[in-house]
Structure formats: structure tokens, C-alpha cells
């Protein structure tokens, strides 16, 4: 067990990590999460570091592909910070980034909170607690060289590879009667590759991918808030970028996203 001078170091060589753009191999062996409650503790420090509030939410490996890459078993909460949120057409700088993919996202925007409570919320109450869904794009990165061995616990304290985010225009439709488990969606490069998908990729559904967020924030004590977005998981099997592409995020009739790398 860490204690809370160790957790804030954690938090203190991550954030620089991140600032600085610069990795580690994995963290120092004294330094390592226990568990998952211990990695969420270290990672809500990370977003104390914020110049605001919480933006919303991201669930990573949501799907086998994604949980043999990373050899872990389970998806993964992160958190989405203001300052690396982007709307649609922005253009980004992709830096140093090491995973240097990109994964097109159902994402949802939350009408009302779902705090911590004994009882795990029903996918009914999570959907009725849902205000708009939307077409995203997420660019992931790690902080860590070794990020396929250093295992669930460093993953989650260092913000469960959460980086930039292209969040789309809100669906005008009903989105309710939308099937997201079979949405068509597609990840097309500007004069380059494209990759298909479906809503049937993030856990079989992007909804029971929110109920399953939703209950292991309230686990862990955490609120998944009004207001707040939810990215759900990639529905296509990342696709590889470089600087200069231009990406668009097709996720039929969600609408399309799209972001320029510099």
C-alpha cells in the first residue's frame, strides 16, 4: 500500500511526464499501485492538476484487441481533461506521441449525475440519465515506454492512456431509437487507409459500455457527472497516424467528426 507522500510523487512524475513530454519504462517498483482503488487515487491527483473542471470520462480496452495489446482483462476509466478536449475540424499537434493511432468513439454527454452509491446502476437508469450522444475521435498516449507490460494498475494511474479528444456535434435525431450496437462506423485518412467497424466493438455495445463505467466510478466513489462526456471505446481497430493526415470519423447516422494533425 502507498502511502499518501508516495501517491502524490506518482501524480507529481506522471503530470511531468505528460507536461514535458517525455516517458518512463514503467513506475519505480516502490512506487507501483497495489490495485485499482490505489491507481484511481493516484490518477484523480492528476486531474487535480488541471487548470479547470473535469471534462468527462474515457473507457479504454473495450475490446479483446485492445485488452491483449495492453495484457489485461478488463476495461480500463480514464479521465478527459479540459485543456486536450478539441471540437470537431480542430487542428492538433501530434507531438511525440508514442501509441500514435486514433479510434473513432460513440460518445455520450451526461443530462444529470450518477454518484456513488451500494447498488449497481441498471443500463435503464444510465441511459435515462444520458442528454445527447455524438461522433468523437480519441488520440491515446501513454507516458510509459513499456505500456504493453507495466499491467492494469500503472495503465489506470496514468490516466488509462487518455490524451486528446474531438468531440462532434450532438446527434438532432433521436438518438434513443438508434441501435448503437450495430452503428456502421468508419475511420477514413485523407488520400490513405480507411478501417470499418461497428458499436458492436466496445463491449457489444457502446450503452453497456456506459453502464460499466457508471458503476465502476460509483466502486471506486467517484461521480460520473452532469454535464460530463463519456467516450465509450474505440469501435474500429485503431488505425496508425503521422503528422500532416487528416482524419475523418464516420459513424453513419451520428454524423461525422474529423481533426487535422500538425
Known sequence: M???????????????????????AELPPALQPSDRAEAYDIQRRLEARSFAPLAGWKIGATGPGGQQLLNIDAPLAGRLL??????????????????????????????????????????????????SVHPALEIPDTRYDNFRTVGAHQLIADNSCADQFVLGAPYAG????????????????????QRDGSGAQ?????????????????????????????????????????AGQRIVGDLGPLGSVEVTLD
Open 174 to 193: 433521436d438518438w434513443r431509437s438508434l441501435n448503437l450496437a450495430t452503428l456502421p462506423t468508419s475511420g477514413r485518412i485523407d488520400g490513405g487507409e
Open 202 to 242: 466496445v463491449l457489444g455495445d457502446p450503452v453497456a459500455a456506459l453502464t460499466w463505467l457508471a458503476n465502476e466510478l460509483s466502486q471506486h466513489g467517484q461521480t460520473l457527472g452532469e454535464g460530463q462526456i463519456v467516450a465509450s471505446g474505440s469501435t474500429i481497430v485503431p488505425m496508425p497516424i503521422r
Open 82 to 131: 479540459v485543456e486536450r478536449l478539441h471540437r470537431s475540424g480542430a487542428s492538433i499537434a501530434l507531438g511525440n506521441s508514442l501509441m500514435r493511432v486514433i479510434e473513432v468513439e460513440v460518445a455520450f454527454r451526461m443530462r444529470h449525475s450518477l454518484p456513488p452509491r451500494a447498488t449497481p446502476y441498471t443500463r435503464d437508469e444510465v441511459l435515462d440519465a444520458v442528454g
Open 2 to 24: 502507498l502511502t499518501e507522500p508516495q501517491r502524490h510523487e506518482v501524480a507529481d512524475l506522471l503530470w511531468d511526464c505528460w507536461a514535458h513530454g517525455r516517458r518512463v
